[in-house]
């Protein structure tokens, strides 16, 4: 069974820094897409299968860094400089038809999300 499971999420000050990750079961080209309440879900990032090719959301460039770990089936997402705003629920799924995209219509399965909160 195809399974991802994210981690990493939580509180953290404006200014702070998290780590999430996301922990697959082979190797995909994974997205990351977060949803605040009361708001769409908005790409955030992705990276290809082999890990060469990166792109990020208009929001989070240069401040957002994704990697991934193939000896784990592992991707993550470092947040530095984080921001209210920053504040939803992440999720990493499974790109399906490109190698890097972050359209939603382009991914297949969803891990359940982790909650990370910047708070003032």
């Known amino acids: 069974q195809l399974r991802l499971v994210e981690s990493g999420g939580g509180l953290v000050q404006p200014g702070g820094s998290l780590k999430l990750a996301c922990a697959a079961s082979?190797?995909?080209?994974i997205g990351w897409f977060r949803q605040a309440p009361g708001k769409e879900r908005e790409g955030v990032s992705c990276i290809s299968m082999s890990g060469q090719v990166t792109n990020y959301g208009d929001s989070v460039k240069g401040r957002f860094t994704v990697s991934r770990d193939f000896a784990k089936n592992t991707v993550y997402l470092k947040m530095n400089s984080l921001k209210p705003e920053d504040t939803a629920v992440y999720y990493c799924?499974?790109?399906?038809?490109?190698?890097?995209?972050?359209?939603?219509?382009?991914?297949?399965?969803w891990g359940q999300g982790t909650q990370v909160t910047v708070s003032s």
């Open positions: 799924a499974i790109l399906t038809t490109t190698a890097c995209s972050l359209f939603e219509n382009d991914y297949g399965a």
């Open positions: 082979g190797f995909y080209a």
